[in-house]
């Protein structure tokens, strides 16, 4: 899954899930049911989960390309610089 697809996902699974609450709220309401407003809401993340969770191929339309290893070999690798430690007095 590449950075588009995981934006995909997140922003499909977020209008899911509201979509499913205001439905299960809505019918909860009419029916004066919790039970019908929990089920209709577990139905809506199950829906989700489904849909999101897997790697679906659409969400892989910009795979990344990565550098291959040889080539990496060849580039000098960015040095850690240490910082002096600073000294703490008690007062």
């Known amino acids: ?3 588009q697809g995981q934006k995909l996902v997140e ?3 977020q209008i899911l899930l509201v979509i499913s609450g205001v439905v299960a709220v809505a019918v909860g309401y009419a029916t004066e049911s919790f039970r019908t407003m929990m089920l209709i809401y577990a139905a809506g993340a199950v829906l989700a989960t ?9 969400y ?8 291959d290893p040889s080539e990496a070999e060849k580039h000098p690798k960015p040095q850690v ?5 600073k000294k703490f007095s008690k007062r």
């Open 1 to 3: 899954m590449d950075w």
């Open 60 to 67: 892989n339309r910009h795979p990344l390309k990565w550098l």
């Open 81 to 85: 610089v240490v910082s002096s430690k």
């Open 50 to 58: 489904l849909i999101t969770v897997p790697n679906w191929p659409f």
């Open 11 to 13: 922003q499909l699974m």
